[in-house]
């Protein structure tokens, strides 16, 4: 009975001292928290590469409203909600494939990530009291659409839905449950580009 409690005390006391795959265990008890930390380096990275691209497009796009080229047809784009929503997808770079899909048929859902819209009011005030929208409520079909007259006060804001592809890293960037809802906004006084026209003030659809 004593030789076996040696030999197993021998055995228990080479396992502890044995240094052979030390690296391996280490790894794996590392591996988990250093595979979340890079992806989550990575997740942040393209959310604020697809931010920073949704900012430059809008920028491009709302100065065709500025000016007064959108209103006028100058621009490339027609003069409607659509015809925005494409010149700032056109203007999205590497992201064009992606936010320029098919017009969905009437009671589908939109597949198309990107969305658009514009409104106009009497002072910078109440342009700034505007509340944002709620990611987990928003809804495309009630999105206002006013580009203003000249010197209106015009806020315009593009919804990029971006998809967070790491689950466990899921409820850290989601702020609504199919991902992470981008947006950009623009405020800024249109020029005078048409004297005759008059300024439209507050209003969430134009005539």
């Known amino acids: 009975m004593s030789r076996s409690a040696n ?8 396992f502890v001292r044995s240094r052979r795959g030390a690296t391996a265990v280490e790894f794996a ?12 380096v990575l997740e942040l990275a393209m959310i604020l590469l697809v931010s920073a691209t949704l900012d ?19 621009s490339s ?13 056109v203007n999205m770079s590497w992201l064009t494939r992606m936010c320029d899909l098919a017009t969905p048929k009437p009671g589908d859902p939109d597949p198309n ?39 209106d006060i015009v806020v315009v804001t593009t919804y990029f839905k971006w998809p967070i592809v790491t689950p466990l890293l899921s409820p850290l960037f989601k702020n609504y449950d ?9 405020l800024f006084r249109n020029e005078p580009f048409n004297p005759a026209l008059r300024p439209l003030g507050n209003n969430t659809q134009c005539p």
């Open 56 to 74: 430059t497009a809008t920028d491009f796009a709302a100065r065709n409203i500025r000016t007064g080229q959108f209103q006028s047809g100058l």
């Open 7 to 14: 030999q197993l005390r021998t055995v228990i006391w080479r």
């Open 178 to 186: 199919g991902g992470r809802m981008i947006t950009s906004t623009r």
């Open 113 to 151: 990530p990107l969305f658009v819209e514009a409104r106009s009011f009497d002072s910078f005030a109440s342009a700034s009291a505007a509340p944002a929208r709620d990611p987990n409520t928003f809804n495309p079909q009630q999105t206002n659409w006013c580009a203003g007259n000249p010197e």
């Open 77 to 89: 784009a027609p003069k409607t909600q659509e015809g925005f929503r494409k010149l700032v997808c």
């Open 29 to 40: 008890l590392i591996a988990t928290p250093l595979m979340m930390l890079m992806f989550g």
